[in-house]
């Protein structure tokens, strides 16, 4: 959703990372590939962040570049590839030997630190299957491979003299996703992406024209253990409890960015690269990654009916320490009312339990109203019976939910974990112990890093001030109003 926001000024519409889409009755996640190109185009009008001759690199979406790589939203339009970029790289023998290297060495550093966290019982853990298999595989690719790509590839721009350049390095993020926020091995990702930026920084002063470097991280990440470390079940789980017996709830409690990012580069290089060795290569990891989605053997659910397993009675989807739950027998959105008539436990069951913060729904009579175990925000009119639900995840928390309650595919219950400010810590709806996607915590507090002489006015609120905020330092800065 904030990429959408940042390159395009507009991220309506994409209430979570996944959805449940009424309309169409199926589950969107804003990293498909197969859907990424028809949500860049609904959201874009043509005068993206990067419009008239910018670059992506390792983005979900283009923002209208001109020249693309790796980004997810154009790797099935065979006119966005660029295969010069690919070829330069992995022609070079020092690039490929160091980045081999580099590649190798991470993934025995992943298992060496994965060893020490346990040997010393480092609490919150994953277990092995989230920090085995494919995952050493996808954490050297996002920290090695894609950070040099996409800093090779920036430096080509900048020597190109290309007005403009966005790159995504999610190095630290997938680190902290499984490993934890403050994790020795997180901070050393950021350790090497700060030297990455000193080149480009350094590249500048060659370049044929100026250039100013932005470093934006446009969320952050809040730690603890997830729900189902916590209290033994997940929220998919939990809803199921809250049911009756012949009410089959579903739900995808893992968002697979890393396996998502992962897909994208290997696609990109299939197509684009020429050498044999190297394309063989990508194939076959990009086999062992269709491989790693598998359920493993023993996380299998129980065998249902074929229509129940494509169409549950409800689904319960997780985005971090949001939690979107949608009732598919009913078209149209679910009110409280009605909710609380068809399904009497579930409101008051996720309300009172210990995990979770808030719920979100609309009321027939009061319109968004947030449930907490011990108070209700009417958010129509800012009213608050007992105490306050929101007390804890921020002054602009009021705000955030009405955008949210506006989209036309909003859930019928949305949920948000609790937030402990005293430990800081709040719980996944998935397996990651480093999570964003909610409220609650650093996960919202992101920051832009930009020059002095680049002016900022006023106060930077969602994803879209950032579009608003850079393409007129690039409107300014193309037509001379500023050095």
Same mark, same amino acid.
């Given at each position: 959703?904030?990429?959408?926001?940042?390159?395009?000024?507009?991220?309506?519409?994409?209430?979570?990372?996944?959805?449940?889409?009424?309309?169409?009755?199926?589950?969107?996640?804003?990293?498909?590939?197969?859907?990424?190109?028809?949500?860049?185009?609904?959201?874009?009008?043509?005068?993206?962040?990067? +419009?008239?001759?910018?670059?992506?690199?390792?983005?979900?979406?283009?923002?209208?570049?001109?020249?693309?790589?790796?980004?997810?939203?154009?790797?099935? &339009?065979?006119?966005?590839?660029?295969?010069?970029?690919?070829?330069?790289?992995?022609?070079?023998?020092?690039?490929?030997?160091?980045?081999?290297?580099?590649?190798?060495?991470?993934?025995?550093? #992943?298992?060496?630190?994965?060893?020490?966290?346990?040997?010393?019982?480092?609490?919150?853990?994953?277990?092995?299957?989230?920090?085995?298999?494919?995952?050493?595989?996808?954490?050297?690719?996002?920290?090695?491979?894609?950070?040099?790509?996409?800093?090779?590839?920036?430096?080509?721009?900048? /020597?190109?003299?290309?007005?403009?350049?966005?790159?995504?390095?999610?190095?630290? $993020?997938?680190?902290?996703?499984?490993?934890?926020?403050?994790?020795?091995?997180?901070?050393?990702?950021?350790?090497?992406?700060?030297?990455?930026?000193?080149?480009?920084?350094?590249?500048?002063?060659?370049?044929?024209? *100026?250039?100013?470097?932005?470093?934006?991280? &446009?969320?952050?990440?809040?730690?603890?253990?997830?729900?189902?470390?916590?209290?033994?079940?997940?929220?998919?789980?939990?809803?199921?409890?809250?049911?009756?017996?012949?009410?089959?709830?579903?739900?995808?409690?893992?968002?697979? !960015?890393?396996?998502?990012?992962?897909?994208?580069?290997?696609?990109?290089?299939?197509?684009?690269?020429?050498?044999?060795?190297?394309?063989?290569?990508?194939?076959?990891?990009?086999?062992?990654?269709?491989?790693?989605?598998?359920?493993?053997?023993?996380?299998?659910?129980?065998?249902?009916?074929?229509?129940?397993?494509?169409?549950?009675?409800?689904?319960?989807?997780?985005?971090?320490?949001?939690?979107?739950?949608? /009732?598919?027998?009913?078209?149209?959105?679910?009110?409280? !009312?009605?909710?609380?008539?068809?399904?009497?436990?579930?409101?008051?069951?996720?309300?009172?339990? #210990?995990?979770?913060?808030?719920?979100?729904?609309?009321?027939?009579?009061?319109? *968004?109203?947030?449930?907490?175990?011990?108070?209700?925000?009417?958010?129509? $009119? &800012?009213?608050?019976?007992?105490?306050?639900?929101?007390?804890?995840?921020?002054?602009?928390?009021?705000?955030?939910?009405?955008?949210? &309650?506006?989209?036309?595919?909003?859930?019928?219950?949305?949920?948000?974990?609790?937030?402990?400010?005293?430990?800081?810590?709040?719980? +996944?709806?998935? #397996? %990651?112990?480093? /999570?964003?996607?909610?409220?609650?915590?650093?996960?919202?507090?992101?920051?832009? %890093?930009?020059?002095?002489?680049?002016?900022?006015?006023?106060?930077?609120?969602?994803?879209?001030?950032?579009?608003?905020?850079?393409?007129?330092?690039?409107?300014? %800065?193309?037509?001379?109003?500023?050095?």
């Amino acid at each position: 959703a904030s990429q959408a926001g940042i390159l395009h000024g507009n991220n309506s519409e994409i209430p979570a990372f996944r959805w449940y889409d009424k309309a169409s009755r199926k589950i969107i996640a804003s990293s498909d590939t197969k859907i990424l190109p028809e949500i860049e185009k609904e959201h874009s009008d043509g005068n993206g962040l990067l +419009a008239n001759d910018g670059a992506s690199r390792g983005n979900l979406l283009s923002g209208d570049a001109k020249y693309v790589m790796t980004t997810a939203s154009t790797i099935t &339009d065979p006119k966005k590839f660029h295969t010069s970029d690919f070829q330069a790289f992995f022609a070079n023998p020092y690039n490929a030997a160091r980045t081999l290297l580099q590649f190798i060495g991470d993934i025995i550093e #992943e298992k060496r630190e994965y060893r020490w966290a346990r040997k010393n019982n480092i609490q919150p853990i994953l277990d092995k299957h989230h920090r085995g298999g494919i995952y050493p595989l996808i954490r050297a690719t996002m920290v090695v491979l894609m950070m040099n790509l996409n800093i090779y590839t920036l430096l080509g721009d900048l /020597f190109a003299g290309r007005p403009s350049a966005y790159a995504t390095f999610v190095g630290y $993020d997938e680190i902290a996703h499984h490993s934890g926020i403050t994790d020795p091995g997180a901070f050393k990702a950021l350790r090497k992406l700060d030297k990455n930026f000193g080149r480009l920084a350094s590249a500048i002063a060659d370049a044929p024209r *100026p250039y100013h470097l932005v470093v934006l991280s &446009d969320h952050g990440q809040t730690g603890g253990a997830t729900f189902l470390q916590r209290y033994g079940k997940s929220l998919q789980d939990f809803v199921q409890e809250l049911m009756s017996a012949d009410t089959a709830v579903g739900g995808e409690m893992t968002t697979d !960015e890393g396996n998502n990012n992962l897909t994208v580069l290997l696609s990109d290089i299939m197509q684009n690269e020429k050498s044999g060795i190297t394309k063989s290569a990508a194939k076959q990891v990009h086999k062992q990654v269709v491989k790693s989605k598998r359920i493993p053997t023993d996380e299998k659910p129980p065998k249902k009916k074929d229509s129940e397993a494509e169409h549950p009675d409800v689904y319960a989807l997780a985005s971090g320490n949001l939690g979107l739950i949608s /009732f598919t027998k009913w078209p149209e959105r679910m009110t409280l !009312e009605e909710i609380n008539e068809a399904f009497p436990a579930v409101i008051p069951g996720l309300a009172q339990h #210990e995990g979770i913060g808030f719920v979100m729904v609309r009321s027939e009579q009061n319109g *968004p109203v947030v449930i907490g175990a011990n108070g209700i925000y009417y958010l129509k $009119d &800012d009213r608050i019976e007992g105490e306050n639900p929101l007390a804890l995840f921020g002054p602009h928390a009021a705000d955030h939910l009405r955008r949210t &309650d506006s989209f036309s595919n909003c859930p019928d219950i949305l949920v948000n974990s609790f937030y402990d400010p005293e430990k800081d810590e709040g719980c +996944a709806f998935e #397996e %990651l112990i480093g /999570f964003h996607g909610g409220l609650g915590g650093t996960q919202t507090q992101p920051f832009i %890093l930009h020059p002095a002489e680049l002016p900022v006015d006023g106060e930077l609120v969602g994803a879209a001030s950032i579009y608003h905020l850079a393409k007129g330092w690039l409107n300014a %800065l193309q037509n001379g109003a500023s050095s």
